[in-house]
Structure formats: structure tokens, C-alpha cells
């Protein structure tokens, strides 16, 4: 007994139990700024037809697996951002391309193949030969016995050009779908030309290589890759207890998977309100990480995130989300 009051006086005891205080007390959420707001919404792609998620893989043609439609929309097209936008998203999410003219197609696909009525990559064609083909010509919901969208696909392929003078006061966010860095040097190019304002309105994520070659040209863009998140989570998991925000952390987006959000110093209020002074928008995606794009398509994960998250889901259903709130970006 003796031994025990001697420990519990020892000034290590007393530093031990200063400090476990101050960690609880700086990282808790019951004495942060509350968050509250109206629902961030993201639309993944616009509104999209939705597809079985089972055995997927990056080859897989998702055209082929479509449900039976509920709506006309085809991904990536300006009718489905219209849609999306009408449905109450913020936020609309689109893939880009380089064309063989020097612009950037607004598709998905690494190829053309799947969905089209041509094959081989967006880069092979110039945008006016990419507004030929049929988007909608590959899409089914049966294993090819009707084909819904065939030939209602025409010309739908837009520009990235387009899609922002379509929608010159909303907010996107831009995948750059390689890991090549002059794709990051086309984009910086390509977005120096607008003004700040407009730029405010855009982040873009990718690639670790492009990314980098972008935030080198243009270290204003809100932008986000494998690396650019490490280099903020990992030195934050070793020092974020003190409060103290690494500068990795400052103007970037985070996309965090919600099993490993728990693990994040001050989650979920403190985190976020520690990356609201930074200038970073945090977004709340299903699963645990281990793909680049986990939690993006998948409406089942929403229904478990508790309230209070600043940021969004990416679905292709807009009116499956779950309650989430603004992060004030």
C-alpha cells in the first residue's frame, strides 16, 4: 500500500495523469464547436444509372450490369448534372480525359469499348469525333437481349469546357483517371486560365503523379492523391493529440473512410474543425481505404455514419444520403 501512494505521488504519476487529462480534453468532441448546417451533398458522376457491385474490378464493364432503369440519365453527361444539381447536389463529381486535340472528354472509362459504339481510348479521337459516338450504346440491364440507352447517346459526351460554362456558379469535383503527370500539367494549364474565383469552386484528385505535376503548377487548387494524404494523416496520427495541424494538411481535400475516421485525433469535431481553419474539406467515404475510389458507389455504407460529419458520399442515388453537414468551403 505504501508502495502504491509512493507511485501515485512520484512527479512521473502526476505527469502521466496531467497528460492522459490534456490529450482527453484537447481531442473530445463534447466541449468542441458543435457542427451543424444543411445536408453537403455529392452527386458521383452526376445522376447514373446504378449497377450490381458484386466481383468488380477495374476492367470490369459496369454498362453490362446496369439495374433496370429508373431515370434516362447516362453518368458524366450535362443532362445528369442537371438532374443531380436539380436533386439538391452541391457537388457534382466527373472523370476526365485527354482527347487527341488537346481538350479533356468528360468520360469514365479507360476505354471507349464498353460503353460506346467505338473502341480504343478518348485519346485517340479528337473531341469532335468523340461527340459522334453513342454513349448509351452498350448499356443493359438483361446481358445484352435490349439495349435502353441505344442510340440515345449521341453527342453527349461533353467537354470539360462545356461543363463549366454550363455551370459557371457550381462546384465539381474533377478525376484526373491516370497516373500520368502531364495529364496534372494539361489540367494546371487548362484551370490557370480562370479566374480565382472560379477556382474556389473546383478541387481535383488522381493519381499521386499527375496531382504532384498540378500542385506544382498551380499550388492554389484544392487537390488530393494517395500521397498528398498520407503526407498529411501520417505526421497528424504522430502529433494531432497537441492540436497542432501539419502545413500537408492545409488547402487539400480528405477523403476518409469511415472505418478508419475513429482513429483520427479529435474525431469527429475537433478533427474537422481543426481542418476547417486549415482550408481542407474533409469527405466521409464507405469502407476502409484499401481502393483509391471505396465508398464512392455504394449507398448501402451511408445509413451507418452517424450525424455530425462535415463533408459527403459520393452515390449515384443523391436521395440516399445520409445526414451529413457542411464543412463551410
Not at 176 to 184: F, L, V
Not at 245 to 253: G, H, K, L
Request: with cysteine.
Amino acid at each position: 500500500m505504501n508502495k502504491l501512494k509512493k507511485i501515485a505521488r512520484s512527479k512521473t504519476f502526476l505527469f502521466l495523469v496531467l497528460l492522459i487529462a490534456f490529450i482527453y480534453l484537447n481531442n473530445t468532441s463534447f466541449f468542441a464547436k458543435p457542427r451543424n448546417g444543411e445536408p453537403l451533398l455529392l452527386a458521383h458522376r452526376g445522376l447514373a444509372q446504378t449497377f450490381a457491385m458484386e466481383g468488380i474490378e477495374n476492367d470490369t464493364c459496369t454498362a453490362e450490369r446496369i439495374y433496370e432503369p429508373e431515370h434516362p440519365y447516362l453518368e458524366n453527361t450535362i443532362p445528369s448534372m442537371e438532374a443531380a444539381f436539380a436533386a439538391g447536389a452541391d457537388i457534382v463529381e466527373l472523370d476526365i480525359k485527354p482527347t487527341k486535340d488537346g481538350q479533356f472528354a468528360v468520360f469514365h472509362d479507360w476505354t471507349l469499348d464498353c460503353r460506346t459504339n467505338a473502341t480504343g481510348q478518348a485519346g485517340d479521337y479528337t473531341m469532335a469525333e468523340l461527340k459522334q459516338l453513342d454513349i448509351g450504346y452498350g448499356y443493359t440491364a438483361d446481358q445484352g437481349k435490349t439495349y435502353p440507352f441505344r442510340g440515345r447517346g449521341v453527342g453527349l459526351m461533353p467537354s470539360l469546357d462545356e461543363v463549366l460554362a454550363r455551370f459557371p456558379e457550381q462546384s465539381f469535383l474533377i478525376h484526373i483517371k491516370s497516373n500520368d503527370p502531364a495529364e496534372g500539367e494539361q489540367l494546371a494549364r487548362y484551370l490557370a486560365s480562370l479566374p480565382e474565383e472560379r477556382l474556389r469552386q473546383l478541387s481535383v484528385y488522381g493519381g499521386d503523379e499527375p496531382i504532384a505535376s498540378l500542385q506544382a503548377k498551380l499550388p492554389q487548387i484544392r487537390a488530393m492523391s494517395k500521397a498528398s494524404m498520407k503526407s498529411c494523416l501520417i505526421p497528424y496520427l504522430a502529433v494531432g493529440w497537441t492540436g497542432y495541424v501539419p502545413s500537408a494538411c492545409e488547402n487539400t481535400q480528405l477523403h476518409i473512410p469511415e472505418k478508419i475516421a475513429p482513429l483520427l485525433w479529435g474525431w469527429p469535431d475537433r478533427f474537422l474543425n481543426r481542418m476547417d481553419r486549415a482550408d481542407t474539406r474533409v469527405i466521409v467515404v464507405g469502407g476502409d481505404g484499401s481502393d483509391f475510389s471505396s465508398g464512392f458507389d455504394t449507398p448501402e455504407d451511408l445509413g451507418r455514419l452517424p450525424s455530425g460529419y462535415s463533408g459527403g458520399i459520393w452515390t449515384n442515388r443523391i436521395d440516399r444520403i445520409a445526414p451529413l453537414y457542411r464543412d463551410g468551403t
